[in-house]
């Protein structure tokens, strides 16, 4: 049973324009919701997180939107540039941060951003 | 910035032997995990620890056993590598309700 599912898989979006990955989840229990973004070769670094008091947050070029109600969460990247060009995890986790057993993710979504 | 390191970065060894993937924080976090990735693919956690002594296994079954001894080391061992243990090994550490932050991995290659 998938907890949480990430869509696209794959995403190739052309330089300047909006990237937007969306997770949905099914456990009402969960109360942080991370994304991260993982170079290859590389650990995953944490990009941006939200809780389910707010509907949106924004850090520079990338967006959380949070709907409590659908249980859906999507992360938008505005004027995406190659430096970009990454795979995407949506994650989340209950009891505020690390959880009693970590984190919970999604398959992740490879997003290439063409010059 | 986080400060969790993992060696060795890569490793080939051949099938039956034992290894011992070394992961330390220099951060004092209670919390650390181990997660397995494939190529590309998805996060599974297959250990975690919530501090010294302390050990648990993950949603995803694995061979592989863990030892908390140290607040900050948390080494994972293969008493008998095969194969199928080729993977991406990912340590990761946080505070009890803090952001899990992780080591650049440990690729493991059994031939």
């Known amino acids: 049973q998938q907890q949480v599912k990430q869509s696209p898989q794959s995403l190739i979006v052309q330089k300047g324009g909006i990237s937007i990955i969306n997770c949905a989840y099914e456990?009402?229990?969960?109360?942080?919701f991370p994304w991260y973004q993982q170079f290859p070769g590389k650990g995953p670094a944490l990009l941006i997180a939200i809780r389910p008091d707010v509907s949106e947050k924004k850090e520079g070029r990338f967006t959380i939107s949070f709907n409590k109600s659908a249980k859906q969460f999507s992360l938008h990247i505005m004027d995406s540039q190659p430096g970009d060009s990454a795979t995407y995890f949506c994650a989340a986790s209950m009891a505020s941060g690390g959880g009693a057993d970590g984190l919970t993710f999604g398959k992740g979504t490879h997003l290439i951003i063409q010059p | 910035e986080a400060d969790i390191y993992q060696t060795p970065r890569y490793l080939v060894i051949g099938t039956g032997k034992k290894i011992t993937l070394e992961c330390s924080q220099t951060m004092g976090h209670d919390k650390m995990y181990w997660y397995q990735q494939d190529p590309g693919m998805e996060l599974h956690l297959i250990h975690y620890s919530y501090g010294v002594n302390s050990t648990e296994k993950g949603d995803l079954s694995s061979e592989s056993t863990v030892s908390r001894i140290r607040t900050e080391h948390f080494p994972l061992t293969l008493e008998s590598a095969r194969p199928s243990h080729t993977s991406q090994y990912l340590c990761?550490?946080?505070?009890?309700?803090?952001?899990?932050?992780f080591g650049e991995g440990s690729w493991l290659t059994v031939v």
């Open positions: 456990n009402t229990a969960f109360d942080y």
């Open positions: 990761a550490s946080s505070e009890l309700l803090g952001t899990i932050y």
